[in-house]
């Protein structure tokens, strides 16, 4: 009980965060972030696959599921970490995909420091980029509410659940086309 427990609330919590990393391939496409611009090296600053419709489009999704998921809170009258008025859900869960996907942006930064071209895998970076920033930046910018929920316990369980669930993510990007590769 215990156990499957912290397993369910970190993924209720890591909702927000999955979502947008995930949705970020269904939405994607259009102008590259970087505007096709090389950096200093002379390769791509991030590639084409980092587009503003995808990081935009999967930040206000991450707003639309983490409101949800307070609804369904307030509904159920459980005290939860998304416990909190409609309008605050939203504004925290677009900052929640931000966070996420500013982790998914800096991977492909170094990726394409190291000549490593767009949409080749890189095995754990490529899972756990956007889990670290994500973190990381809630630790930073809403510090109460990471200490506490975000104990060092379901960071731990974020870690280890969020591989499998990347590889079943990636595959279904794959039958929908916009993946190249299924991994
Ligand atoms: N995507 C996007 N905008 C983002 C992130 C992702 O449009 N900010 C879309 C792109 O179509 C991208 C796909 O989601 O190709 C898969 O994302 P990801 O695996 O992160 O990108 P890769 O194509 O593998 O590119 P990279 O080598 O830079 O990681
Ligand atoms: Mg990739």
Not at 25 to 36: A, E, K, L, Q, T
Not at 74 to 98: E, R, T
Not at 137 to 164: G, Q, S
């Amino acid at each position: 009980m215990g156990l499957l427990h912290e397993i369910l609330i970190t993924l209720w919590i890591m909702l927000p965060p999955y979502v947008a990393n995930g949705s970020a391939v269904v939405v994607g496409g259009g102008m590259p972030i970087d505007f096709r611009k090389n950096f200093i090296d002379g390769r791509r600053i991030l590639g084409d696959g980092k587009t503003w419709r995808g990081f935009l489009g999967a930040s206000l999704i991450a707003g639309a599921v983490l409101t949800v998921q307070s609804l369904i809170e307030s509904c159920l009258k459980i005290h939860g970490p998304y416990s909190i008025s409609p309008y605050i859900a939203f504004f925290l869960g677009v900052s929640f995909g931000v966070f996420a996907l500013l982790g998914d942006l800096s991977e492909s930064f170094i990726k394409r420091r190291l000549n490593i071209e767009r949409g080749r895998s890189v095995p754990v970076a490529d899972q756990l980029d956007f889990v670290l920033s994500f973190i990381l930046l809630t630790y930073i910018f809403y510090r109460e509410w990471a200490i506490t929920w975000l104990t060092p316990e379901r960071v731990l369980i974020a870690y280890l659940i969020t591989p499998p669930l990347h590889i079943i993510t990636n595959f279904l990007a794959y039958i929908l086309g916009k993946k190249e590769v299924p991994w």
